[in-house]
């Protein structure tokens, strides 16, 4: 009989892949920058003028966890950072946190470690 391990989200470890680059502008906010790659958007950007590169801009929240993502730290501890920062601004802390890494991890955004 096969045991099966249960992780607790929390205690999972994001990181940035290195093919995604990223900037900050002066107001510390975090611009993806996510080059669109594969035959199918290759034939979107011929027939539709799609572009090359997508730009996805994260608000403040976002971009204090993006820069918290550094592969040695579990969404826990980020929570625990995000808390300080944002105090009660941040609440619902774990849901608001787990809806972030559900969609980065579902656009290929980050990895786990």
């Known amino acids: ?11 999972k470890v994001p990181a940035k892949p290195q093919s995604i680059a990223w900037k ?5 906010l975090v611009t993806l920058e996510i080059e669109n790659k594969g035959i199918a958007n290759k034939i979107a950007q011929m ?4 572009p090359k590169t997508s ?4 608000d403040e929240m976002g971009s204090f966890v993006w820069k918290n993502i550094n592969g ?4 826990h501890a980020i929570a625990e950072r995000v808390s300080e920062s944002f105090g009660d601004e941040a609440n619902p802390l774990f849901e608001r946190l787990a ?6 991890d579902s656009y290929k955004f980050i990895s786990w470690v």
């Open 1 to 11: 009989m096969k045991k099966i391990i249960s992780k607790n989200y929390l205690d």
């Open 24 to 28: 900050e502008n002066s107001k510390g």
């Open 47 to 50: 027939l539709f003028k799609k």
């Open 55 to 58: 730009y996805i801009h994260l």
């Open 72 to 75: 040695e730290i579990n969404i």
């Open 99 to 104: 809806t972030f890494f559900k969609i980065m």
